[in-house]
């Protein structure tokens, strides 16, 4: 198929095409994402081939139905970028890749747990300065400490294993409990009871309309005073101005983002160069007890392969039969 591949970064790249040399499709790659902006870029293609950033909203879907396009191939697992009725409306077929290193995005968060506790972010710059003074840097030992795991599908599942294996007793909280949880020790309850009793709780729902600003003022009034909280999930699951709130009071004590709300800005691309015009963003870059990575947590090797071979084989399977396992729906 000819396929239009969007916000693709030379790592992208690499990992596409070499995954391409079995499936042999037609690749153009576009550094930008697509948006209502350069939606026109699309024109020619049969198949859109997208990222998490890409804005596949009912006018862009509409102008894509107009140029032919009759998949939306997802690089990812998250699909709350896509106008899922619109594309049913218009006929295109979306699918994405469900699963495809678990571990890298799980690792990831307890790597932001960690890095948090023993401000292993401060202490490498003192270093480098000569500074081995330990004043500021007094950590807590995770074991026994509650972790509280909203969502607890293929990733929390893996967070679940990694804590436990540190010793800590589990709470969760999801909409379809998962036994391979509970055979581990994880219990299921309330998410109040999460906010009241956890020490550390960790985000892996998908963002839905249900879960948008799950972590709102009220939800920050029940936690633990000095709680960790941690998102590798999506950014509008957290309200990020009530979590400053929770940080300036010291109810938040520390607090690890792999994702943010308005991320699609400035995540990806070097704006090093630039002023920041987003002044909430601005103002978490302020706190000691922050920690933010740009959208990194899937990013391993392993992960980037299985990607590249999923996303092609969806549309091998789309191009052979009209149909794809990965297909979702609205
Ligand atoms: P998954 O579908 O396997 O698990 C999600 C879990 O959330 C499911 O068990 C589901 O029942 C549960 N859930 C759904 N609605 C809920 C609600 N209202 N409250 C509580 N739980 C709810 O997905 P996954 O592969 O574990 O991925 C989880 C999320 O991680 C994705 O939605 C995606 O947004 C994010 N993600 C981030 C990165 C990254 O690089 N930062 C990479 C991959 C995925």
Redesign the pocket.
Known sequence: MKIAVFSAKPYDRQFIEKANEEHQHELTFFETRLSAATVALADGFQAVCVFVNDQLDSAVIKSLSESGITMIALR???Y?NVDLKAAQAHGILVARV??YS?YA?AE?TVALMLTLNRQIHRANNRVREGNFALDGLLGFDIHGLTVGI???????IEVAKIMHGFGCPLLG????P?VEAEEIGLKYVKLEEIYSQADIITL?????P??HHLINLQAIKTMKTGAMLIN???GALIDTTAVIDGLKSGKIGYLGL??YEEEGDLFFEDLSNLVLQDDVFARLLTFPNVVITG?????TRNALEKIAHTTLANITEFEKSGKCSNQITA
């Open positions: 990812c697992a998250g709350n469900p699963a678990p995005v990831h909203i969502g607890t599908g293929k990733i929390g909280f999801d909409v379809s998962n892996h729902c998908p963002l839905t249900q879960t590798t999930s999506r792999d994702v959208h990194q947590a899937f990013f």
